[in-house]
């Protein structure tokens, strides 16, 4: 393996002008500094990471968290992908390294902090279950975190416009007619609570009343309990004209659901989705839903990350909205 004394040695300068001018420090001319970083070049010289760590007490290695239960397929969720390739692509653009971290490791079980310690990571991006006993050590523990769906104190969380987005949702359907609506939430969190409030109050500024047998608890991204709630509520005396769904989805195990009772979207039922995932522009009729920005939501968790760990004693923790976007498909009829 190529080291900086080789490099020296070819360039004829001592070791610690050569770390200096990889490093980009000041105290090194540009055309040493050009024949350096050539040189490293053109000999395949790689950085001996853990040294640097030692140096400057940084590893330039962040790691992603997505934990939600033990239950939940978690990567398996499309809208969660596409914020950790986001927020990935901006790390890179930033010279960082990522680790995915698991709750499980040798010798650390069921500890994500010890897991962060152990891979030296700067700082970590988590998506999950925040009233976890383990995610809430680790935002405890100093690392700069930063968080999706997060609405404490503790941390940086970054979110879509829930409330505004899920009453604009719930208003359509009610204008194109419909107050037979059914809505499917995900677990209980602060962002189904903000779901559920929003869709409530719709129902009540259009003067329909709300009945308990109009929410049903569901879970996030799945498509096997969506498919059976659908079924049952379409056996019901007086279904529902229209089903509101937690995500996307869980809107596909609906529609599986309405096909195989010999039914039609939207002739029958009408239905929504949430997040706005690549998937949902395939299928037809296309899916009305509510499209989450996971670009712009990985790259504000990336720049805050930064922040947080360029400059750790200074951050603030800040809760940011990134506005969504309604997705008028052909899911959803007039009555």
Do not use: W
């Amino acid at each position: 393996m190529v080291t900086i004394y080789d490099i020296a040695k070819a360039c004829h300068v001592a070791p610690a002008t050569v770390s200096k001018a990889l490093n980009n420090y000041s105290g090194v001319n540009q055309k040493t500094k050009t024949l350096i970083v050539k040189t490293a070049e053109k000999m395949n010289y790689v950085p001996n990471s853990m040294a640097r760590y030692l140096n400057i007490k940084q590893s330039f290695n962040v790691g992603m968290l997505i934990y939600i239960s033990d239950e939940f397929p978690n990567f398996k969720h499309q809208f969660y992908l596409s914020i950790m390739d986001s927020f990935r692509a901006f790390m890179e653009r930033n010279k960082y390294d990522l680790t995915l971290l698991s709750k499980n490791m040798e010798g650390v079980k069921d500890s994500f902090l010890n897991h962060c310690r152990l891979r030296q990571v700067d700082g970590v991006l988590i998506i999950g279950d925040f009233s976890d006993e383990k995610i809430r050590e680790l935002i405890d523990s100093g690392i700069p975190c930063v968080c999706f769906d997060y609405y404490g104190d503790k941390a940086t969380g970054v979110y879509s416009d829930n409330y505004e987005k899920m009453f604009e949702l719930t208003n359509y359907l009610i204008k194109l007619g419909h107050k037979d609506i059914v809505f499917i939430h995900g677990e209980a969190g602060e962002t189904t609570n903000l779901r559920s409030k929003a869709y409530k109050d719709a129902l009540k500024a259009s003067g329909i009343d709300f009945k308990d047998s109009m929410m049903l608890n569901g879970e996030y991204c799945n498509y096997h309990l969506a498919y059976n709630y659908t079924k049952d509520l379409l056996l019901r005396t007086n279904p529902p004209t229209a089903i509101m769904y937690a995500d996307d989805h869980s809107a596909f195990g609906g529609i599986a659901a309405i096909e195989d009772m010999g039914l039609k979207v939207p002739d029958d039922v009408s239905i929504t989705g949430f997040d706005g995932i690549e998937l949902a522009d395939f299928i037809r009729p296309g899916l009305t839903t509510i499209k989450q920005n996971a670009d712009e939501i990985g790259i504000v968790l990336g720049k805050k990350l930064l922040e947080a760990i360029k400059d750790p004693d200074n951050v603030k923790f800040e809760q940011i909205k990134v506005s969504a976007e309604f997705i008028q498909g052909g899911s959803c009829r007039r009555i």
